[in-house]
């Protein structure tokens, strides 16, 4: 989505700052990850509702045929609501409450996402007043790294997901004890944002050395989830705007060994949502400091945490000026000296009044937004609307 494809004069009449989707190229990215997983026999791939959970979005996404993999009640709703049907969602997260428990099994979702003994017996115990018997998959922590953001890494000895590697055989022996909960998989996410497909070959080596644990002691496993973790291109959303499935899912088929019958589930976020979606954004100001020039913007990481969080980089774009390119610092409003987008930057030179483009934000965007300093939510909208 070049600078020309946004519609400046639509822009006009909408208050700043908001979201911008561009459907077409959503429905593009949908279009490539089904023709890619469906070279796969047995590869089935879910959305996870945590990137991008704006309702037109997921009415998308559904239609596209995806599954959902949920991390909250709220995402429950959100996904049926939208028109997933119950048995394409998948439900994870290392702490559920009851009532969230309860509503995965009133709805009699795919699987539950298990990540420890204690919660395991809850289920159990929960689908036992309703009569009901829980399909559980355990998360195990493979001790697997991966070239990514400290923060965003999950598969780890030291992160607080999962189970350990050496309490498989027990947990899935304690699972078989209980009445009310049939173990059906194993789930695995080693984080996010990963571009190294080395980080998803050691993921499947790891999965592989498990899978030959449990068949020497007779047990087969029917569904195995390796999670999601596909990063894009922040730096070049113009000229890649879809990441490579192709790559991805072909890393999977040639070192994952699936035994016949066995499915194999993905759960992609960002790789779905965040090149379609841009941050609109207006300038308020421009300030002379005393070594460089500040693009005061409306919006602040109250809209796009990322870069405050993260140390994220998006692009920007100034897409209301074709002049010649000066150097900015582009921060917002916020009172806290975190709330910078970026340093240091070329833009095209910025006037009061002008949109800013923050690229690269369909994911972990409009969905963290906050309320601080008692702001409005950013709006979302598409631009088939």
Same mark, same amino acid.
């Given at each position: 989505?070049?600078?020309?494809?946004?519609?400046?004069?639509?822009?006009?009449?909408?208050?700043?700052?908001?979201?911008?989707?561009?459907?077409?190229?959503?429905?593009?990215?949908?279009?490539?990850?089904?023709?890619?997983?469906?070279?796969? !026999?047995?590869?089935?791939?879910?959305?996870?509702?945590?990137?991008?959970?704006?309702?037109?979005?997921?009415?998308?996404?559904?239609?596209?045929?995806?599954?959902?993999?949920?991390?909250?009640?709220?995402?429950?709703?959100?996904?049926?609501?939208?028109?997933?049907?119950?048995?394409?969602?998948?439900?994870?997260?290392?702490?559920?409450?009851?009532?969230?428990?309860?509503?995965?099994?009133?709805?009699?979702?795919?699987?539950?996402?298990?990540?420890?003994?204690? #919660?395991?017996?809850?289920?159990?115990?929960?689908?036992?007043?309703?009569?009901?018997?829980? *399909?559980?998959?355990?998360?195990?922590?493979?001790?697997?790294?991966?070239?990514?953001?400290?923060?965003?890494?999950?598969?780890?000895?030291?992160?607080?997901?999962?189970?350990?590697?050496?309490?498989?055989?027990?947990?899935? +022996?304690?699972?078989?004890?209980?009445?009310?909960?049939?173990?059906?998989?194993?789930?695995?996410?080693?984080?996010?944002?990963?571009?190294?497909?080395?980080?998803?070959?050691?993921?499947?080596?790891?999965?592989?050395?498990?899978?030959?644990?449990? #068949?020497?002691?007779?047990?087969?496993?029917?569904?195995?989830?390796?999670?999601?973790?596909?990063?894009?291109?922040? !730096?070049?959303?113009?000229?890649?705007?879809?990441?490579?499935?192709?790559?991805?899912?072909?890393?999977?088929?040639?070192?994952?060994?699936?035994?016949?019958?066995?499915?194999?589930?993905? @759960?992609?976020?960002?790789?779905?949502?965040?090149?379609?979606?841009?941050?609109?954004? *207006?300038?308020?100001?421009?300030?002379?400091?005393?070594?460089?020039?500040?693009?005061?913007?409306?919006?602040?990481?109250? +809209?796009?945490?990322?870069?405050?969080?993260?140390?994220?980089?998006?692009?920007?774009?100034?897409?209301?000026?074709?002049?010649?390119?000066?150097?900015? +610092?582009?921060?917002?409003?916020?009172?806290?000296?975190?709330?910078?987008?970026?340093?240091?930057? +070329?833009?095209?030179?910025? *006037?009061?009044?002008?949109?800013?483009?923050?690229?690269?934000?369909?994911?972990?965007? @409009?969905?963290?937004?906050?309320?601080?300093?008692?702001?409005?939510?950013?709006?979302?909208?598409?631009?088939? #609307?």
């Amino acid at each position: 989505m070049g600078k020309g494809k946004f519609p400046i004069e639509r822009f006009k009449d909408i208050e700043t700052p908001f979201y911008w989707y561009d459907a077409d190229l959503l429905r593009n990215t949908l279009e490539s990850i089904n023709a890619e997983a469906s070279k796969h !026999e047995g590869f089935v791939v879910h959305y996870a509702i945590k990137a991008n959970a704006n309702p037109k979005v997921l009415r998308i996404i559904r239609a596209a045929g995806l599954g959902a993999d949920c991390v909250s009640g709220g995402e429950i709703e959100a996904c049926i609501k939208a028109g997933f049907p119950s048995n394409k969602i998948v439900y994870a997260g290392v702490g559920k409450s009851d009532w969230e428990i309860n509503l995965g099994l009133d709805n009699d979702i795919f699987c539950f996402n298990v990540e420890s003994i204690p #919660e395991l017996e809850v289920i159990n115990e929960l689908a036992a007043a309703k009569g009901k018997v829980a *399909r559980v998959a355990f998360r195990l922590n493979p001790n697997v790294g991966a070239h990514t953001h400290a923060n965003i890494t999950t598969g780890l000895a030291e992160n607080k997901f999962g189970i350990a590697m050496r309490d498989m055989l027990s947990v899935i +022996d304690e699972a078989s004890k209980l009445e009310n909960v049939k173990f059906v998989g194993l789930h695995f996410h080693i984080g996010s944002q990963i571009l190294d497909m080395s980080d998803f070959e050691a993921l499947c080596n790891r999965v592989n050395e498990l899978q030959s644990i449990l #068949e020497s002691h007779r047990i087969r496993v029917e569904h195995i989830n390796v999670g999601g973790g596909l990063g894009v291109d922040y !730096e070049h959303p113009n000229r890649l705007p879809i990441p490579d499935f192709k790559a991805y899912f072909d890393t999977y088929a040639k070192k994952l060994k699936l035994r016949p019958g066995q499915t194999l589930h993905f @759960e992609l976020g960002r790789a779905v949502v965040a090149q379609c979606g841009s941050l609109i954004t *207006r300038t308020l100001y421009i300030k002379e400091g005393a070594t460089k020039k500040f693009a005061i913007v409306d919006a602040g990481f109250t +809209d796009l945490i990322r870069p405050a969080l993260y140390q994220a980089y998006h692009k920007i774009e100034n897409i209301s000026s074709e002049d010649q390119k000066e150097a900015y +610092d582009v921060v917002g409003p916020i009172c806290e000296s975190t709330d910078v987008f970026a340093k240091q930057i +070329d833009l095209n030179k910025t *006037r009061r009044g002008d949109l800013l483009a923050i690229r690269s934000a369909g994911a972990y965007g @409009e969905i963290m937004a906050s309320q601080y300093n008692c702001r409005k939510l950013p709006k979302g909208y598409l631009s088939d #609307e």
